[in-house]
């Protein structure tokens, strides 16, 4: 019987082993997607308690609490004591076998803290005590955490209004780590609450400098905040989409779309679908022309459950993988984009596993030899960043393009402790090659072109692609 989470985890052959402890988890970290707090790094954030930096905001545990039968209030309520919401997320834990939240935890322990106990009630109270104890020291502070796990890069999803200004604190503190800005335009397109639309819209105006009455004040907006973006070391974008858009539209039309909807009329659906195909094809255009990376993360069905979302809000755990017939508009929204020689360097993501195969196909449609991989099929994600996830979108990727030219992992995570997660797709990553070659489908000849691809995914390839 092998011992829970030592050395060789998910390591299951000698192969494996040697890829993983002498090539994956030397490299650096390139996190080129996640949710951090930049307010956070620019103050170098010292954390209060191990509920604080563990169960604040993550709700992957709040779902597995829930579900447990644990009351709201040990999850995001007011009235309860960190020890009291660590004590709650301590009971869950053993309910949660199979479950990635498991291995997540005990990973975290141990990179983190040097824990190598099994948390449970019995181990709760010494564990938070140890954590809180080292959490006080400064080298486990935000940028120390940072330090702790190599990390090189990191790059926040920020909304165009954003100020950048803890982004500017980093870099001006000389702190050695990239902290860069993302451009995540959503709320820019987001036209189902003439309202909400008004209001952002106002927010923009401001925030550029721009006077906005009509559409082409918008996008001029639009463009001095993406252009200030760019001077801040920005180099991609990221869109969260229910799924692609690539309705048939005019100029005339949008701008009329836009003047309904600014001037509080409700949109029917067809014009709400015009206006979004309009918007994608615009902010795909400014990232062609910056050379930037342009990301897709599409297929999540948001805040389902009403009454909790009016009294939490979004992103707090009822959120699921959604059902959607995409694959003709990315494919007509990507052509449109390569029709024009505007379709610049691109990362597709699904959350519905069901897509793989179509998302692997849809890589060789647009691929033009002008950058190795330029289309790319991102990491499993969400519900699908877990062990066999990674697995199922890996296996696509390889059978149906280059695995080789893979960028590899992100953490998608407001957590400090997150980083793990590389860790985790790496020794996955080093399992599955490890098997190949244990198997007689990879030459074991040719070990030392299966030692750089590992580096590779891990590292090189994110380097190289977005040029950071």
């Known amino acids: 019987m ?51 930096i563990w169960l604040g905001g993550d709700h992957y545990k709040w779902r597995a609490m829930r579900t447990n039968g644990i009351d709201e209030r040990f999850c995001t309520g007011k009235d309860t004591t960190d020890w009291e919401k660590f004590e709650k997320w301590a009971e869950t834990v053993p309910y949660t076998f199979r479950n990635p939240l498991y291995h997540w935890t005990h ?47 990191v790059c926040t999803t920020d909304d165009p209004i954003d100020s950048l200004e803890y982004h ?15 451009w995540r335009p959503d709320k820019a397109m987001a036209v189902e609450v003439p309202t909400d639309f008004r209001a952002y819209i106002e927010k923009l105006a401001e925030a550029s400098g721009v006077t906005i009455s009509s559409f082409e004040d918008m996008i001029e907006a639009l463009r001095k905040r993406h252009d200030f973006f760019a ?31 600014y001037g509080g009329t409700e949109l029917k659906k067809e014009e709400i679908l015009k206006f979004k195909s309009a918007m994608l094809v615009i902010f795909a255009e400014m990232d062609w022309e910056k050379g930037w990376a342009q990301q897709y993360h599409y297929g999540a069905i948001r805040n389902n459950n009403t009454k909790m979302f009016e009294l939490l809000g979004p992103d707090t755990g009822f959120d699921s993988i959604g059902e959607f017939t995409t694959a003709k508009a990315m494919a007509r929204f990507l052509d449109r984009l390569n029709s024009e020689g505007k379709l610049t360097k691109t990362i597709l993501y699904n959350l519905n ?25 991102g990491s499993g994600w969400w519900f699908l960043d877990q062990k066999n996830g990674m697995e199922k979108q890996m296996n696509a990727l390889s059978l149906l393009g ?61 380097k190289n692609y977005f040029q950071f």
């Open 231 to 261: 001077e801040q070391g920005c180099k991609l974008s990221d869109h969260g989409i229910e799924e692609f858009y690539a309705e048939d539209y005019t100029e005339t039309e949008i701008k009329a779309i836009f003047n309904k909807v």
């Open 353 to 377: 596993p069901s897509a793989n195969e179509v998302i692997a196909t849809m890589l060789g449609n647009f691929q033009d030899g002008t950058t190795p991989g330029k289309i790319q099929f």
């Open 2 to 52: 092998k011992k829970f989470m030592d050395e060789n985890f998910l390591l299951q052959t000698e192969t494996a082993q040697k890829l993983y402890h002498k090539h994956a988890a030397k490299m650096p970290i390139i996190d080129y997607h996640c949710h951090l707090i930049p307010k956070m790094v620019a103050d170098d954030y010292q954390f209060k308690s191990l509920t604080e």
């Open 168 to 182: 500017i604190k980093t870099r001006k503190s000389g702190f050695e780590i990239k902290m860069l800005p993302a």
């Open 107 to 153: 990973l975290e322990l141990k990179t983190a803290f040097g824990i190598d106990k099994i948390l449970n009630p019995k181990t709760a109270r010494e564990i938070y005590e140890e954590c809180n104890d080292k959490l006080k020291q400064p080298e486990y502070s935000a940028r120390g955490m940072m330090r702790r796990y190599h990390v090189e890069v």
């Open 402 to 462: 280059l695995l080789s030219r893979f960028v590899g992992m992100l953490t998608d995570s407001r957590s400090f402790l997150s980083y793990p997660r590389h860790e985790y797709f790496r020794r996955t990553l080093c399992n599955l090659l490890g098997n190949d070659v244990e198997n007689g489908e990879i030459p074991a000849s040719e070990i030392g072109r299966l030692n750089q691809m590992v580096e590779d995914i891990s590292y090189n390839n994110a």
